[in-house]
């Protein structure tokens, strides 16, 4: 049923809890912030970081643009390093090769960033297309990565579009493919509160990689 795979990175293919929170306390600090709790930043991972910023710390949109440079300085030189897949990954994306799927990247974490992660766990090979957001403004939500994909990277007409399949772990990913008509599934074992897949419309709600090939490929 479904040929396209449209794959969210952090939390879904990757637990980059540390990478990114400890990223996050740089750029906190640099703003003048002390956050030595590195749990209460796990909602920065998954939705766009300008968003996050002026979201949780009321930051000024000048002020959000500042502390995401920060980040990025941490980062591109050790925080894209603080990650690791989640088990059973590299055996997923296999079995989804070998059964002809079309497996690309939707996150939307910064382009050059989704390439050096796929790279250093040797599993870009698997993709077919790896789109990410933008290092400016220009493409920053999920909907946006989702209409560069579907449109300019993958060019599928919108007739093919019912044989598209998002994966993904926050009500980012479910929303951003719904406004194409296009399903999510959701996987718990990323960094959704409770409920919050559910409640944003995923046609279901997984445990693991297993269950994604279940569902995808069958029994």
């Known amino acids: 049923m479904y040929q396209y795979l449209m794959f969210d990175l952090d939390g879904t293919l990757t637990d980059p809890r540390e990478g990114i929170t400890r990223s996050v306390q740089y750029a906190l600090r640099h703003m003048g912030i002390e956050e030595t709790d590195l749990t209460k930043l796990e909602p920065f991972i998954g939705p766009p970081l300008l968003e996050s910023f002026t979201e949780y710390y009321d930051f000024s949109m000048e002020q959000a643009r500042e502390a995401v440079e920060y980040y990025r300085e941490y980062f591109r030189v050790t925080g894209v390093y603080q990650n690791r897949l989640f088990d059973g990954v590299p055996e997923l994306l296999a079995d989804l090769k070998s059964h002809g799927k079309v497996i690309a990247t939707a996150s939307s974490k910064p382009e050059p960033f989704v390439r050096l992660i796929l790279e250093h766990f040797q599993v870009d090979a698997y993709f077919d297309h790896i789109c990410g957001g933008s290092m400016d403004e220009s493409r920053l ?3 946006d990565v989702i209409e560069e994909l579907l449109c300019s990277r ?8 019912k044989h598209v399949l998002m994966i993904g772990d926050r ?4 929303e951003g493919a719904a ?5 999510c599934l959701g996987l718990s074992m990323g960094f959704a509160a409770e409920g919050e897949l559910e409640k944003a419309g995923a046609v279901l709600v997984v445990d693991s990689m297993e269950e994604i090939r279940t569902f995808i490929l069958g029994n």
Do not use: A
Not at 171 to 174: A, I, S
């Open 171 to 174: 009500r980012h990913d479910v």
């Open 141 to 143: 939500s999920k909907e």
């Open 154 to 161: 993958m060019r599928l007409p919108k007739e093919e579009w």
């Open 179 to 183: 406004k194409f008509g296009i399903p």
